[in-house]
């Protein structure tokens, strides 16, 4: 499954896309006629108010749900066409996910945490290295065996971001990182997003309700009503 689309430069392409919700009897109504691109390496923050549908969007970019409507591309390919184990593989090789919660297994050290993206790759030579050196890039390569639970929470939210990358994909979604972390650990969160991005060319897409996040974003949109529009622009 490669095709790439070298002539627009656009990494992620969404194209009318809306996504209603039944519930009960009624339907809810929560994108509609979303508009949206992204190039490779750009940085993208989304706000807006809470229930108006970002988680939704996130995991409709990722691949977690289907819109009702519209069509999503990524590299000049319809992922809405994908079979299960194409989305499998589009979710592990080509998008990182971080959540204001970290998700990582409890019981597992901080290396088995992050090399669990890694256990179905075809080719796993090189991913224990991938791994060591984006932990030792985080500042954690004194931390490596140690359990998520003897971790601050900045220093599991770093693991989450080093689990995200370790299969090199182009792209981030960031679902309120810092949500749960104190204002200095958010802000050395958005600093280390921010590196990331300029080190792999790695597009970010971050939401979040924190305006200094957002507006160290390239661009900052606005999620409210279904529509998304453009809150700020950096040039
Ligand atoms: P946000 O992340 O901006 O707070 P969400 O995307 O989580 O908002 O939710 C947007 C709206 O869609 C909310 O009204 C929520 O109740 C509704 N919603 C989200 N997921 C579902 C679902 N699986 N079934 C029904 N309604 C949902
Ligand atoms: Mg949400």
New binding site residues.
């Given amino acids: 499954m490669k095709a790439t689309n070298e002539n627009s430069g656009s990494l992620l392409e969404l194209h009318q896309v809306s996504?209603t919700?039944?519930?009960g009897p009624a339907e809810?109504s929560?994108l509609t006629d979303i508009d949206f691109s992204v190039t490779s390496g750009e940085t993208v923050a989304i706000v807006?108010?809470?229930?108006?549908?970002?988680?939704?969007?996130?995991?409709l970019i990722g691949t977690l749900?289907k819109p009702t409507s519209g069509s999503i591309a990524f590299d000049g390919q319809d992922i809405l066409q994908l079979n299960a184990n194409q989305l499998a593989e589009f979710r592990n090789q080509s998008i990182g996910f971080i959540f204001q919660l970290h998700h990582l297994l409890p019981q597992c050290s901080v290396l088995e945490n992050v090399l669990i993206p890694t256990l179905v790759n075809k080719n796993r030579s090189g991913a224990r290295q991938r791994a060591e050196a984006l932990l030792d890039r985080v500042g954690l390569s004194d931390r490596v065996a140690h359990l998520p639970g003897e971790l601050s929470g900045g220093e599991r939210q770093r693991v989450a971001v080093v689990r995200a990358l370790v299969n090199r994909p182009r792209l981030l979604l960031a679902?309120?990182p810092t949500g749960s972390l104190s204002s200095d650990g958010a802000e050395q969160l958005t600093a280390l997003l921010l590196e990331l991005n300029k080190e792999e060319n790695l597009a970010l897409i971050v939401?979040t309700h924190s305006m200094s996040v957002a507006s160290s974003m390239g661009r900052v949109l606005e999620?409210d009503h279904g529509t998304l529009s453009t809150y700020a622009e950096k040039n």
Avoid: I, Q
Wanted: proline share 4%.
């Fill in positions: 996504k919700f039944e519930s809810v929560v807006g108010p809470s229930g108006c549908g970002k988680s939704t969007l996130l995991n749900e679902d309120e939401v999620l």
